[in-house]
Nanobody, 119 residues
Framework: VQLQASGGGLVQAGGSLKLSCVAS????????VGWYRQAPGKKRDLVAT???????DYKDSVKGRFTISRDNADNTVYLQMSSLKPEDTAVYYC??????????????WGQGTQVTVSS
């Protein structure tokens, strides 16, 4: 499985970006997907997840601002980010994994895409 993330860039605070992640292979439609982010000097944090059935979950700090969605026909997951803040600046990574109860277990990682929010 290979994952290719794109859509990052430089945006002013209050702006929007939409990240995409395309997966190869045949397991995408049965896998859960997670978006993580890692700011310099900080640990990698789970930002949003979506199950194979479309159930979503979000980190508290992005609720109401970020929306995760998926298109199984195109093996693609999206992260629509709005009302961006400087603290959203990070490298964003997509991941295929599984959800057990309320926990997400990552398996396959893609390369990251840089998001920079200027104040």
């Amino acid at each position: 499985v290979q994952l290719q993330a794109s859509g990052g860039g430089l945006v002013q605070a209050g702006g929007s970006l939409k990240l995409s992640c395309v997966a190869s292979g045949n397991i995408f439609r049965i896998a859960a997907v997670g978006w993580y982010r890692q700011a310099p000097g900080k640990k990698r944090d789970l930002v949003a997840t979506i199950t194979s059935g479309g159930v979503t979950d979000y980190k508290d700090s992005v609720k109401g601002r970020f929306t995760i969605s998926r298109d199984n026909a195109d093996n693609t997951v999206y992260l629509q980010m709005s009302s961006l803040k400087p603290e959203d600046t990070a490298v964003y990574y997509c991941n295929l994994g599984r959800v057990v109860g309320t926990y997400y277990f990552p398996s396959y990682w893609g390369q990251g895409t840089q998001v920079t929010v200027s104040s």
